[in-house]
């Protein structure tokens, strides 16, 4: 068995705090994935509204905490990507995820077998300094754009741990 370091407990909450708003919420088209290559491989359906959410941890800031020490405060950026199937379905996924998220959500520290979740312990919570919301246009007209990237958006996080690491 293993654990999951810091930045892939991050990225771990915050996929399984959007999983569960996402059922939750009636949202049963829609699903969550941590990898473009996993967005891609699914069937994105106009008929069925199926669409996908992709979230990634980018790049983490270490702050110091105090001077002359080097203990730091971690400030890790997560992009969310949408992945919608029309435009009012882009809008209304993004301002969601934007209403849930602002909140900030549990953190969670995971233990894995071969892949798979056996245990995970709270150990306290997240906190969202910031979201910019950016719709993504590639340049190109729509209709000529895979299914998976004619309807996108972007949205970036800035969030706050709480705590300063040794």
Request: glycine share 6%.
């Amino acid at each position: 068995m293993g654990i999951y370091r810091t930045s892939r407990n991050v990225e771990a909450s915050i996929i399984q705090h959007i999983e569960q708003e996402v059922v939750s919420a009636g949202w049963s088209n829609i699903t969550v994935e941590k990898t473009f290559t996993r967005v891609y491989d699914i069937p994105v359906d106009t008929f069925q509204k199926q669409g996908a959410i992709c979230v990634r941890l980018e790049d983490t800031e270490h702050q110091q905490a105090e001077i002359g020490e080097t203990s730091t405060r971690r400030l890790p950026f997560v992009l969310i990507d949408v992945f919608a199937t029309s435009d009012g379905q882009r809008l209304d996924l993004k301002d969601f995820l934007v209403s849930v998220l602002k909140k900030g959500f549990p953190f969670f520290e995971y233990e894995v077998n071969g892949g798979t979740i056996v245990d995970k312990t709270r150990n306290g919570r997240v906190r969202v300094n910031s979201i910019d919301d950016t719709p993504v246009s590639l340049g190109i007209d729509k209709s000529s754009l895979s299914v998976h990237d004619r309807y996108r958006h972007l949205l970036t996080l800035e969030l706050s741990l709480g705590r300063v690491e040794v």
